[in-house]
């Protein structure tokens, strides 16, 4: 028998799942000149202060490894970790090289939740130094995880301009996609015939 923290964390799983799939799908539809753009100001300067594709991939993909490398046994801000460079471009910060580091980071997330059992959920970890129970520091992530999504949604869908895709109901079809779940549902839900 499942119990709620099998429940819980399958949730949890799945939440990030979507934001990563979204995230993917969203970079998937930006060009390179895109993902390393910064946006423009209404009166033409670069705003340097809005991070591009490119930086918000590289400090998810900072973030992800530091905190879900040895979850349970190291603090989650790891000593290698140099979070401020995660807002800077180098050479070395090809679309490639960042993604890479993008997918690992996801699979080590990935990796971590698929390991904790309902009994880890009140251990207590770090992060810096302050203490959370696992629930708090995976509550914490997908809350980091879903702001820094929605950023990167927001970007591309500027990027790609006219040729963007939408990731979910397109405008003008709430009504018929709401229906249609409706109906799904209410099929399913329906008691089998005598």
Do not use: C
């Amino acid at each position: 028998m499942k119990t709620l923290g099998d429940v819980l964390l399958a949730e949890l799983r799945a939440r990030f799942g979507t934001y990563w799939t979204m995230a993917d799908r969203a970079l998937g539809q930006v060009d390179d000149a895109g993902f390393f753009a910064f946006l423009v100001r209404a009166d033409g300067s670069t705003d340097e202060e809005n991070n591009p594709l490119a930086l918000q991939v590289k400090h998810v993909a900072g973030n992800l490894r530091s905190r879900w490398t040895d979850f349970l046994t190291t603090d989650g801000d790891k000593p290698d970790r140099q979070r401020d460079r995660e807002f800077e471009l180098v050479e070395e910060d090809t679309r490639d090289a960042l993604m890479a580091a993008w997918a690992e980071g996801w699979g080590r997330l990935e990796e971590t939740l698929a390991a904790l059992t309902p009994d880890d959920l009140f251990k207590t970890i770090t992060i810096r130094g302050e203490p959370h129970t696992v629930l708090e520091a995976i509550s914490r992530a997908l809350a980091h995880i879903a702001y820094h999504v929605g950023q990167i949604v927001l970007l591309a869908k500027h990027h790609a301009g006219a040729g963007w895709q939408t990731l979910s109901v397109p405008r003008g079809q709430s009504e018929a996609f709401g229906a249609a779940l409706r109906d799904r549902y209410a099929t399913d839900a329906a008691p089998p015939a005598p």
